[in-house]
């Protein structure tokens, strides 16, 4: 089993950046696609953006050109760059293999304010 942590959300103005963390507790991010998904109060948890087993990287159309996601193998962390900042990108931030399969962490609040 594979635990998940989250970090680096915080309150930002819009505009404003902030890089998110994800370390899992064992390698598995390189033989895996791994996605940064959101969830929104009273909204459903969506991908933000996701790398493939290939490396390849792929963004939700609300986040194309503002946020970046990249990962470090040695490490098993993966990371989100978000830049240029909107208020509704407020929710919580969570990462998981894509599909999700491994239990979810506790996520990472990021907040923007207008």
């Known amino acids: 089993q594979v635990q998940l942590v989250e970090s680096g959300g915080g309150l930002v103005q819009a505009g404003g950046s902030l890089r998110l963390s994800c370390a899992a507790s064992r390698s598995t991010f390189s033989n895996n696609a791994i996605g940064w998904y959101r969830q929104a109060p009273g909204k459903q948890r969506e991908v933000v953006a996701y790398?493939?087993?290939?490396?390849?990287?792929h963004y939700a159309d609300s986040v194309k050109g503002r946020f970046t996601i990249s990962r470090d193998n040695a490490k098993n962390t993966v990371y989100l760059q978000m830049n240029s900042l909107k208020p509704e990108d407020t929710a919580v931030y969570y990462c998981?293999?894509?599909?999700?399969?491994?239990?979810w962490g506790q996520g990472t609040q990021v907040t923007v304010s207008s």
């Open positions: 998981n293999q894509l599909p999700a399969y491994w239990p």
């Open positions: 790398i493939s087993s290939g490396g390849s990287l």
